[in-house]
């Protein structure tokens, strides 16, 4: 593998850099160098009453769309970027290096490209625009409190009655369904069949369909993200079926063709670990009086780990440039990269001792 960006490729990562210096926010400056997650920004901030919030979406949304880069894996014909792999990564790169939030949440990254290789012509009509000028934001309906790394023995209902469908169930840990205009789920239209069979894709146009309601998941530092979503008796139109009916598991897996390098998950693990280091060289809260030369060592290792996951990066986008399909290669670097977040975490623990217990912005103790 050659490491080295072609002519070509330089010249369109500094494309992109110069976007990000000229254009994002300073809102988003500022999350990122506090180590918050810009992307949920956004998705508060396209809804939020604060006119600065709100200014930092639309700017930064605006500047996005001007170089068709909302949705920069679409097809132009869509009006995404047309980007090839190589382009994808550098900007997913490019953007996750600098902090800055990718626009459009689930829309943008799951429904579209589902929509544009299965949706009817009037579903891509329909759908498509209002995701890339940020008018409507998507929630996934994926996970079940009890099929979560088992998906596939989901049992949300989905019953055809005339022209609609009504569905009865509930969806767990879905991100951001408190802020989301809509949804598009994985529901079971025949409880007959096996499991990875039976299962169908459909949409939601509206999150606030009688019958829906969302319940907020609090998490342990108070963060609002994630939710609960449960049916009773909501009717969609059938004709909100994405792909045929009972092959719902196989429309859902579309997104293997699109870039899945989850060079994010490297950037940011880069991102922690320089940032923890710059913490133990300032000695903050006395850092470097704690740091042994086991812990040491331990550094060391995360140092390697978070290397490593750059070159499995690397090798995913490779694979997909020479148009190959890195099925179980991105399957283990998404594992790769949750298990090294969680070590990342615990050697930070260690760094911090008892000062590692504090929220971001909480005062220290007297």
Request: charged share 25%; glycine share 8%.
């Amino acid at each position: 593998m050659d490491w080295n960006d072609t002519p070509e490729q330089a010249a369109f990562r500094s494309q992109v850099s110069t976007l990000i210096e000229d254009r994002l926010p300073d809102r988003y400056r500022d999350l990122a160098a506090r180590g918050s997650m810009p992307e949920r920004a956004w998705e508060n901030d396209r809804k939020s009453s604060d006119p600065i919030e709100y200014a930092a979406a639309i700017d930064w949304h605006s500047a996005l769309a001007e170089r068709h880069w909302v949705a920069p894996h679409w097809p132009a014909e869509y009006g995404g970027g047309g980007l090839s792999p190589m382009e994808q990564f550098i900007f997913n790169q490019e953007i996750a290096e600098a902090g800055a939030p990718a626009v459009g949440g689930s829309g943008v990254h799951m429904l579209g490209p589902t929509l544009i290789v299965h949706g009817s012509d009037e579903q891509k009509e329909k759908y498509l625009p209002p995701i890339l000028d940020g008018e409507v934001t998507w929630a996934q309906g994926y996970s079940e409190p009890g099929s979560g790394s088992d998906l596939a023995s989901l049992t949300t209902r989905a019953v055809r009655d005339g022209d609609d469908f009504i569905i009865n169930g509930q969806k767990i840990w879905t991100s951001a369904a408190h802020t989301a205009d809509a949804m598009f789920a994985l529901v079971r239209t025949d409880p007959d069949a096996p499991k990875h069979r039976g299962i169908s894709f459909v949409m939601i146009d509206d999150i606030k369909t009688p019958g829906i309601t969302v319940r907020p998941l609090i998490n342990i530092n108070g963060d609002h993200y994630f939710n609960e979503v449960f049916f009773e008796d909501v009717r969609i139109p059938a004709n909100n079926l994405v792909g045929e009916l009972n092959r719902g598991w196989y429309v859902g897996m579309t997104l293997r063709d699109f870039e899945r390098s989850n060079i994010g998950g490297a950037v940011a693990a880069r991102r922690q670990l320089h940032q923890l280091i710059t913490h133990i060289q300032n000695n903050d809260q006395g850092a470097r009086e704690r740091v042994t030369p086991e812990l040491r060592q331990e550094i060391v290792d995360r140092y390697v780990e978070t290397e490593t996951l750059y070159q499995f990066s690397f090798r995913i986008i490779s694979m997909q440039s020479a148009g190959l399909v890195p099925n179980y290669e991105a399957s283990t670097a998404k594992l790769f990269a949750s298990e090294l977040s969680q070590r990342l975490a615990l050697t930070a623990t260690k760094v911090f001792g008892l000062h590692a217990q504090h929220w971001s912005d909480s005062p220290p103790a007297s």
